[in-house]
């Protein structure tokens, strides 16, 4: 592949993670500390991205060099995998670029938002003190070594995380449809997990009040969702749908025609990440179809919901 061809796959790529020109020209500006007439000058064709350059641009914003080479397979699709080892590891880096990828797909008219949940959403627990220290605590138990007899109430959360997780709630609302799918058991093993770091001695019945009454408030908040429909005031749509097939994990998608993500959640909070167009078009097609395979409770089978509902509460009355 001569450089000609390789600079144009190379900007290819650059431009299916910034579709935004301007955003792309101060995304290179600032991780390359060049001025805009240099870039202008790359994107045009002009001058080639130095070896060098191209290799800081793919390290920063994830870019498969395999892809940008035209390498890859074509049975194959592209994943990344963002890990660390602590909470104090957490790239936040990494981290701003999920919120402006969220914020640019948030901001176009057909944004969508699908996802099938085996455990409750991390969306639901962002607002949420206890329940985001909970969730990071289990992750603390079962995937760092260190901290398996670390206590639930011995665990800080950056109050720079807590800050991040809030921005992405927001701007989440701001997607124009959304729809959850929820396994009908979401609340019962939650609270057999509970449980069993109550008897091992790792959290208080303090602490799990306190988790307790913020469960009853996300449960109230989204039997409010399903009443209207909406999951702001700005009236984006967002639906409910309850699911009894035999699911064991959790996926999620965000779609819009310019650009699309995969994920998949695992070891607590880490992640596999796709915005390969191929990997998300396929994971929605299979959302889609598990949301056909469901039952609808937002503004729809009243009976359905309300015994949903009251099913949740009755089980958090055992904690």
């Not at 963002?82 to 957490?90: A, G, L, P, Q």
């Not at 909070?269 to 994971?283: F, G, L, Q, W, Y």
Request: charged share 30%.
């Amino acid at each position: 592949m001569n450089e000609k061809m390789l600079n144009q796959n190379f900007l290819n790529v650059l431009s299916e993670v910034f579709p935004k020109k301007k955003i792309l020209v101060n995304e290179i500006a600032n991780t390359l500390d060049l001025d805009k007439i240099s870039i202008y000058r790359r994107l045009n064709g002009f001058t080639s991205f130095k070896t060098d350059e191209i290799g800081i641009l793919a390290k920063k914003y994830n870019i498969s060099l395999d892809k940008a080479l035209n390498m890859h397979s074509p049975n194959s699709m592209e994943m990344n995998l963002d890990i660390f080892h602590t909470i104090e590891d957490i790239d936040y880096e990494v981290l701003e670029k999920q919120l402006s990828f969220l914020e640019q797909l948030a901001s176009q008219p057909d944004s969508e938002m699908g996802g099938v949940f085996y455990t409750y959403p991390i969306t639901l627990f962002s607002p949420y003190e206890h329940l985001l220290k909970y969730h990071w605590f289990v992750w603390k138990h079962y995937y760092d070594q260190k901290s398996i007899n670390q206590r639930y109430e011995s665990i800080e959360i950056p109050s720079k995380l807590m800050e991040y997780n809030h921005i992405g709630y927001e701007m989440y609302k701001n997607i124009k449809y959304t729809y959850y799918i929820w396994k009908t058991d979401l609340t019962s093993r939650l609270i057999k997990d509970l449980k069993y770091f109550e008897s091992i001695h790792l959290i208080s019945p303090e602490s799990i009040r306190q988790i307790k009454d913020e469960l009853y408030q996300g449960l109230d908040r989204m039997e409010e969702k399903t009443n209207d429909g909406k999951i702001s005031k700005k009236g984006n749509k967002f639906e409910i749908y309850l699911c009894d097939l035999n699911v064991n994990k959790t996926e999620l998608y965000m779609w819009s025609e310019k650009m699309s993500s995969y994920t998949i959640p695992i070891f607590g909070p880490h992640r596999i990440n796709s915005t390969d167009k191929e990997a998300c078009t396929v994971a929605r097609r299979w959302i889609q179809r598990m949301r056909g395979a469901s039952i609808l409770i937002s503004e729809s089978a009243e009976k359905e919901k309300i015994q949903f509902f009251k099913k949740q509460r009755e089980e958090l009355k055992e904690l």
